[in-house]
Structure formats: C-alpha cells, structure tokens
C-alpha cells in the first residue's frame, strides 16, 4: 500500500534553533517528492521539489534530502524563525505526476 | 494576480442539503484539483481535471460531483449532503515544470461542517 510517514508527529524548538523533521515513504512506482509548508487555515504552499536523481534541495534556510534507496527524506530548517511555525506536510508522487500521495504533516511550533 | 480563490471560507449544512463549492484559478494552469482534508490525516484527493472538458476521480469521490466548462473554474458539488463530508476543502490548480513534476498552487481552503 502506498504510504508516507512523517515524525515526530509535533515538535516544539526555541527560536534561533534548527530541527529535522523526518519522512519515510512506501509508495511505487516514485516519481518526486515534495515538502509543503501549511500555516493554520491556509492551504498548502510548496518548499522543494525532488526527483529520485537529486538528492538535496535548498529553498533559503530549508534544506531538503532525499536516499532513494532507503526512502527517507528530512527536511531542515536552519535559524528557525516564528514564522516557520506551520504543519510540514511531506508528499510523493506517483508517475503520473499529480496523483500525489500526503503525509499527515509534523507541526512545528516555534517558541521565543 | 490573485492565484486560486475559493468560496465561501466556511459553511454549515444540514443533513441532505446540496451545495456548490466555487473554485477559480487566473494563472491559466490545465490542471485542477479538489482535495479535502480531515484533522490528523493526509490530503485525499477526490476528482481531479487536466483540462476544460475532462473530469476524473481521485481516491475518494463518492458523494461528490465535479464539472469543468471553462479553464478557469472548476466547482465541486455536494449532493445530500452527510457528517462523513465534514471537512475542509482546498481547491489547487498546476502546471508542470522541471522533468514533469506538477507545482501545486492552493486556495486558501473551505470550512464545511454537515450537522
């Protein structure tokens, strides 16, 4: 069954700090993967899109990586502002392209 | 431009009601999307159109309809309306970019609570 997991589930840093947020995914046949960031009542807006052929993106202080054979993707966020308090919602397509198989989301909350 | 709109932000339905949810895109992308998503879970996706004219299913579209008559709108429509479809709904439009892949762009999502 196709499927993406995400941890922690929530994670609460102090401001200035960095934190990895984790994705693990069973879906076939794998075409890229993707890391949204949505803030509360918002929709979802994309940080980085990967293919199996890349393995790490940058999008400003998020930084993305992709092991296709184990895989696993992690986002990083670096210096972390107020603003990146949000849900980080992982996401992987299958070939077609826009079937896309969603995470849950890790909600991250930043505190000053 | 203003992206992708969504109306209205909220709703509340009774049991059996219909309604209409509105989506409208002004970035000329062919494809379109409905999504809902309920507390704690992924979004599913539950009809989605790669153009005016053609409409398919997604992974959860029993209980709702779509139509697509022109490139800008794409609105979905509940018939009675059950608390099962309590949820929000966010609308999404695309255009493919580097080796294929869709970027994604959503509305700001609809609250719809059925009591």
């Known amino acids: 069954k196709n499927q993406v997991e995400q941890s922690p589930q929530s994670l609460i840093i102090l401001e200035g700090k960095n934190c990895t947020l984790q994705?693990?995914?069973?879906?076939?046949?794998?075409?890229?993967l993707r890391w949204y960031k949505q803030d509360t009542g918002r929709g979802p807006v994309s940080l980085t899109i990967?293919?199996?052929s890349e393995n790490t993106k940058s999008n400003g202080r998020y930084t993305a990586t992709l092991d296709a054979d184990t895989k696993q993707s992690s986002l990083h966020i670096t210096a972390s502002q107020l603003s990146d308090s949000a849900s980080y919602i992982c996401?992987?397509?299958?070939?077609?392209?826009?079937?896309?198989?969603w995470g849950a989301g890790t909600k991250l909350i930043i505190k000053p | 431009n203003a992206g992708v709109t969504q109306t209205p932000k909220f709703r509340i339905l009774k049991i059996g009601q219909s309604m209409t949810l509105q989506c409208t895109q002004d970035?000329?992308?062919?494809?379109m999307y409905w999504y809902r998503q309920d507390p704690g879970m992924g979004l599913k996706l539950i009809y989605y159109?790669?153009?005016?004219?053609?409409?398919d299913k997604g992974e959860v579209p029993n209980g709702y309809n779509v139509s697509r008559s022109t490139t800008e709108d794409f609105p979905l429509r509940l018939e009675l309306a059950a608390p099962s479809q309590t949820s929000v709904y966010f609308c999404?439009?695309?255009?493919?970019?580097?080796?294929?892949?869709?970027?994604?762009?959503f509305g700001p999502g609809t609250r719809l609570t059925v009591t």
């Open positions: 999404a439009s695309s255009y493919p970019r580097g080796q294929g892949a869709h970027e994604q762009y």
């Open positions: 970035m000329n992308h062919n494809y």
């Open positions: 159109s790669v153009g005016a004219g053609i409409t």
């Open positions: 994705c693990n995914y069973t879906v076939s046949p794998f075409s890229n």
């Open positions: 990967m293919t199996f």
């Open positions: 996401v992987v397509s299958l070939d077609s392209n826009y079937q896309l198989i």
